[in-house]
Structure formats: C-alpha cells, structure tokens
C-alpha cells in the first residue's frame, strides 16, 4: 500500500509540474548580468562600474569597464528595435526590454498539447509500475 501511494503522489507531482506554465524571464536591469555573453545578447557592452547592470566578475582586466569586447556583429541595445534586430531604439530607454515582460521561450501552440502527453505518458508508466510490483506481491 506504501508503494501505491508513493507512484500515486509522485506521479501526481510530475503531472503538476508538467501541466504548470513555465516561462522565461526577460533580464529586468535590476541586477548584473550573469556573464559577458548575456550581456552581449541583451545589447549591452562597455559596462562601467556604477552602473546597475556591472558586476566584478563582467570585468576581467579590473579597468572598471566590464564587458569590453564585444563579439563581431554586435549591436547595441540603443540601436536595436523591439524585436530584438538592428534598425531602431526603444522609447522607454531602458536598451530595449519591456520592463520585465517574459522573454521568448520559442514555444508553439502545440507546446501544451506535447506537454500534457508527456504528463499522461509518465502517469501510464506509473500505472504499468504499480501493477506489475502489484502481481509481483501478490504470488
């Protein structure tokens, strides 16, 4: 009966967490960014310390400027239009981001229909497991 009740919960555990909305958070500015390549693909480079968005490990030499090189093909959050492409600026002025809407995590309409399969197809396998250790107690 233990082991009912553990696939049970677990296998409502993963069905929770595979029905459950997970989004990605676009970077807010609140805080330094986690490395120079995301800084770099959130249009910021040349990162002076005092800024909200620099952080001693952005900056390798010690120079005070954090991220200062950037990559072949960079443009700056200033230059960027709302999709993310070069060709305009933000009017908020903030590089760019929306304040703090979630980022593009790349999903389809489909997405939730595949999630929810997985959820049933691991909740069938609880099922078979439950099963067979049932038949395998019982003999």
Same mark, same amino acid.
């Given at each position: 009966?233990?082991?009912?009740?553990?696939?049970?919960?677990?296998?409502?555990?993963?069905?929770?967490?595979?029905?459950?909305?997970?989004?990605?958070?676009?970077?807010?500015?609140?805080?330094?960014? =986690?490395?120079?390549?995301?800084?770099?693909?959130?249009?910021?480079?040349?990162?002076?310390?005092?800024? =909200?968005?620099?952080?001693?490990?952005?900056?390798? !030499?010690? !120079?005070?400027?954090?991220? !200062?090189?950037?990559?072949?093909?960079? +443009?700056? *959050?200033?230059?960027?239009?709302?999709?993310?492409?070069?060709?305009?600026?933000? =009017?908020?002025?903030?590089?760019?981001?929306?304040?703090?809407?979630?980022? =593009?995590?790349?999903?389809?309409?489909?997405?939730?229909?595949?999630?929810?399969?997985?959820?049933? +197809?691991?909740?069938?396998? *609880?099922?078979?497991? +439950?099963?067979?250790?049932?038949?395998?107690?019982?003999?």
């Amino acid at each position: 009966m233990k082991l009912r009740t553990s696939a049970l919960a677990a296998t409502a555990a993963a069905l929770g967490m595979t029905l459950t909305p997970s989004a990605a958070a676009a970077h807010s500015g609140s805080h330094p960014f =986690e490395n120079c390549a995301a800084a770099y693909a959130a249009g910021y480079s040349k990162i002076a310390e005092g800024d =909200e968005h620099y952080g001693k490990h952005l900056d390798r !030499d010690g !120079d005070g400027i954090g991220c !200062d090189r950037p990559p072949a093909g960079f +443009v700056p *959050a200033k230059d960027r239009s709302g999709d993310g492409k070069a060709g305009g600026g933000s =009017e908020d002025g903030n590089g760019g981001e929306d304040g703090g809407a979630l980022a =593009e995590t790349g999903g389809t309409s489909a997405t939730p229909y595949l999630a929810t399969g997985g959820g049933l +197809v691991l909740a069938a396998g *609880a099922g078979v497991l +439950v099963a067979t250790r049932r038949r395998r107690t019982e003999r």
